[in-house]
């Protein structure tokens, strides 16, 4: 969400992915700068308006710019109970030790391995941001000047059928729905997580069914390649 043209005033973000590294751990951060006035309009009526669930408090005229963190604690975390564990809390804060690090490898060879498919014969294309094919190279540049992550997906010439033999031979890859882990994660969308839709739905949904989608991981980067390679048939 942007209050003006001066970068996002708040912002969701995923703890799950990368920061401690395993996959071992769900959990999520909001960040609020306190710049946005959720009273300049009749849209956010629970920090604009008396709280009844609150004593009648009416969150933003007294809370100011925490207005939107106190609602997310006393309302959210309140009736909703999202609340980290404590070893969770452990394993993250462990995790950031190395993210630093990590995160250049991850981009690293996930430019090297996107580079390599863009190449390859049997690939129709590869969506990475890190590639000048890509439509968001340019914002890339600009918004992730260190890397454009470690995800992507990369459709193949063999279909469906391809796609599916791919993860049964792939060795060094673990074939699992999460992604952001120190592992390099396989898994074919349309015949797992984006099943139950159309196929025009999951041509939409950007997993139609010749994609593959991959997170890179920290191994060598030869390695990660090889595998894919022998994967491919
Ligand atoms: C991403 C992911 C989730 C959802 O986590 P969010 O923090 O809501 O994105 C849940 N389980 C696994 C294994 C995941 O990889």
Redesign the pocket.
Known sequence: MQADGDGATLVVH????YLTGN?TV???IVLDSGKFDWSASDKFPSLSQPEPAYHGLVFHPTLGSMAFTFHSIAIGLRDLGMTMNPQAAHYTLMGIETLGLRMERHVKNAQKVAEWLEADPRVEAVTYAGLKSSPYHKRAKKIVPKGAGALFTVALKSGYDGCVRMIDRAKLFSHV???GDTRSLIIHPASTTHRQLTEEQQVRAGAAPNLVRISIGIEDVEDIIADLDQAMG
Do not use: Q, R, V
């Not at 995923?14 to 992915?17: G, L, R």
């Open positions: 995923s703890a799950t992915k996959g769900t959990g999520g729905a999460n992604l």
